[in-house]
């Protein structure tokens, strides 16, 4: 089985990402959850191109990618979870949550330090939030995210079929909860006791900044609550609240793909530094 899903890596994770992107597809066309402000068409070429563009990319500069990391960090005898004797599945479920709470916590970071914020920006700027949003990422950020997976995966030692469930977890979830769809509330409520739901992120692409700041899960929804991060619902209202970024509203800037890839370079690095922002409609918490 480990065997197979080794071998097959790249068609798994190509399966996952087009079956959800078409169920994705399908649950925003039948039951949007709100209306598109850029035409449908637009978004998914633009941000469906810079998937493209970053998957290229990626495959060039590193093409053994995350798995190839563990594969070698195994082989050597590196990283924490190579140095125990558990059962392979205590290892692989102990490794997928480490590795969530690992990007959790690289969320946070892009967040809070302004220049990683300039990169982190061109996921944030979309003008609505769909499926697709799940998937822009500005290059530089991709090629980080992965330096900084390489990195956790030395200390860490995951078994190499916990690396790739996690990546397709990883990939599938941000595409569910970027979806412009809503779960019946009931529903939702329990599921987000676990797992990330659209209602519960998108509050994470709200205008204020004080709820940008939240909800900085992927996966699993227990870090923004240990963490003091989590936020229920946007007080606007999910119809009402304002996707993006203040001042990043110009269409051809943050929708056409040439905008998206010089986006991070525009503007004075300060203007988002965690200790200079200007905080609007602050609850007083
Ligand atoms: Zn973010």
Redesign the pocket.
């Known amino acids: 089985m480990e065997a197979f899903i080794q071998a097959h890596e790249g068609v798994i994770r190509l399966s996952f990402f087009l079956g959800m992107l078409i169920v994705m597809g399908i649950w925003e066309t039948l039951l949007p959850r709100r209306t598109l402000s850029v035409s449908r068409w637009a978004r998914w070429l633009n941000n469906l191109g810079l998937v493209v563009f970053n998957s290229v990319l990626l495959r060039l500069i590193f093409p053994a990618a995350a798995v190839g990391m563990a594969a070698y960090a195994s082989s050597q005898g590196w990283g924490l979870l190579n140095q125990v004797d558990w059962p392979p599945l205590v290892t692989i479920l102990l490794a997928v949550v480490v590795l969530d709470f690992a990007i959790w916590l690289q ?1 946070v970071m ?2 809070a330090v302004p220049v990683l914020w300039r990169l ?1 920006r061109v ?2 700027a979309d003008l609505d939030y769909d499926v697709t949003t799940g998937l822009r990422f500005h290059p530089i950020e991709i090629l980080l995210s992965m330096l900084i997976k390489f990195a956790v995966i030395l200390v860490l030692g995951p078994p190499v079929v916990a690396v790739i469930l996690f990546e397709v977890l990883l990939n599938a979830g941000a595409m569910f909860n970027h979806g412009n769809v809503r779960l019946p509330p009931a529903l939702d409520r329990i599921i987000r006791w676990v797992i990330v739901t659209p209602d519960m992120h998108r509050v ?2 709200s205008v204020e900044d004080d709820e ?1 700041n939240s909800n ?1 899960g992927f996966n699993l929804s227990i870090w923004d609550r240990v963490m003091g991060t989590y936020r229920d619902q946007p007080r606007a209202g999910h119809l009402d609240m304002t996707i993006g970024i203040h001042g990043y509203r110009d269409k051809k800037q943050v929708t056409w793909l040439s905008g998206l890839l010089t986006l991070p370079f525009i503007g004075r690095v300060k203007g988002y530094a965690i200790n200079r922002r200007q905080w609007q409609g602050s609850d007083n918490e």
Do not use: S, V
């Open positions: 969320h892009f967040h982190h996921h944030h994470h692409h940008a900085f």
